[in-house]
């Protein structure tokens, strides 16, 4: 029964995954079809990310109040509904409107999964289930590119999209007795756990908590320098590196295939190194990465293959931070706190790429892995301060 709801639960990430990179693929023929500027997509994404904000820091409440699993499907629903509104817009500011539910049912669908997993299975499984994710936003391009390249344009690729999220949202209302059934197993196995009533940090309280800002900068830290890497490479590659466009955004690319299969990989070893190490090693690899990334060698290949190890290096520290959170700072309050974390990491993706992309139009583009070097440095400072300020209820 575990195994199926884990199944379930890695089944939900991919969803997570796939509509992520659907707007980037198909906007190109979008901005065309309704005459409107190319930083429209931006505001698309703006309002997207503001909802995830919300309902990530509404998350603590709507899970202790309605539980994980109809969280979880009704999310499902809500970005599927949002995904089929996007295959029926007629005009750009529809787009702003579906974007709104498809923001909040993201946002607390991520945090419900993220936290029900750091409390219920191994740091083996947290690795797992974000590397599912990867699948999902790499399979979302692929799938608007057949859409676009056959007679059913980025419509039928959103439409798609949309029948896979209805269906996985059928499901997770159908496995909400399981979620029931998990929760009974694990109050007969801990009877006093089970009496304990829940009282909530709040924001506020959550915020208070010793170690929780160090977390927070550290989260914000990591998300915003992974968003930067992705947006920014092949620019990078071409403008400043003078390489091949098609070169540079194949190799872009692969700093998500990196991540995507450092973090199949890391789940082998994640319960035997602890949350803590597999942070400091993913931290100082993405270092490598990074210093491979500017060294100014008059061959640009050692510099692009750097892209694969700053992926690879980024795989553990997200899933990490995440599992540790209720070993830092107590089950009852880990859901509040990864709430928080969330919003934090969605305010890094949506702020800082923007930002670089400011400094690299009004100072130079070859920041980029300065850019990228500052944020990775902060954040592995934050974690080894969190480890100290927290004192670690467990090794891990």
Not at 128 to 156: C, D, E, K, Y
Not at 182 to 189: R, S
Request: glycine letters at 10%; aromatic letters at 12%; charged letters at 10%.
């Amino acid at each position: 029964m575990v195994s199926l709801l884990l199944a379930l639960i890695y089944l939900s990430f991919i969803s997570l995954g796939l509509p992520d990179s659907l707007l980037g693929a198909a906007w190109p023929v979008m901005q065309i079809e309704f005459g409107c500027a190319l930083s429209f997509a931006g505001v698309v994404s703006m309002i997207t990310s503001a909802g995830t904000v919300v309902s990530s820091l509404a998350s603590d409440y709507c899970i202790h109040r309605f539980g994980a699993g109809r969280v979880t499907a009704i999310s499902v629903a809500m970005t599927a509904l949002a995904l089929f509104g996007f295959s029926t817009v007629s005009a750009p500011w529809q787009l702003c409107l579906w974007a709104i539910p498809y923001g909040l049912g993201a946002g607390a669908v991520d945090a419900a999964l993220n936290n029900y997993v750091a409390l219920h299975f191994s740091s083996r499984h947290m690795s797992w289930l974000h590397a599912f994710w990867g699948v999902g936003a790499t399979l979302s391009p692929n799938i608007m590119a057949f859409a676009l390249g056959s007679q059913m344009g980025w419509r039928g690729g959103y439409m798609t999209v949309s029948v896979v999220q209805i269906a996985l949202s059928l499901i997770l209302f159908l496995s909400l007795p399981l979620w029931r059934k998990n929760a009974a197993i694990k109050a007969v196995a801990d009877p006093n756990g089970a009496k304990e009533e829940y009282v909530s940090p709040g924001l506020l309280g959550a915020l208070r908590i010793r170690g929780v800002p160090y977390i927070l900068i550290a989260f914000f830290c990591y998300c915003s320098m992974e968003a930067t890497a992705g947006l920014w490479a092949a620019s990078y590659y071409v403008e400043y590196r003078g390489v091949d466009a098609e070169v540079a955004a194949r190799f872009g690319s692969f700093f998500y295939v990196g991540l995507m299969l450092g973090r199949f990989a890391n789940g082998f070893i994640a319960n035997r190194m602890g949350d803590r190490r597999m942070i400091r090693v993913g931290s100082i690899g993405a270092i490598v990465g990074l210093v491979m990334v500017l060294l100014p060698l008059p061959d640009a290949t050692l510099s692009l293959f750097g892209l694969i190890v700053l992926g690879v290096g980024c795989a553990p520290i997200y899933p990490s931070i995440i599992h540790s959170t209720p070993d830092h700072f107590g089950e009852n309050n880990s859901q509040a706190i990864v709430g928080i974390q969330m919003a934090s990491a969605y305010v890094g993706c949506t702020l800082m790429p923007p930002l670089f992309g400011l400094l690299a139009q009004h100072i130079s583009i070859a920041l980029y892995p300065y850019f990228m070097l500052f944020f990775t440095v902060l954040m592995l400072v934050m974690t080894e301060r969190l480890r100290v300020v927290t004192g670690k209820r467990r090794q891990v």
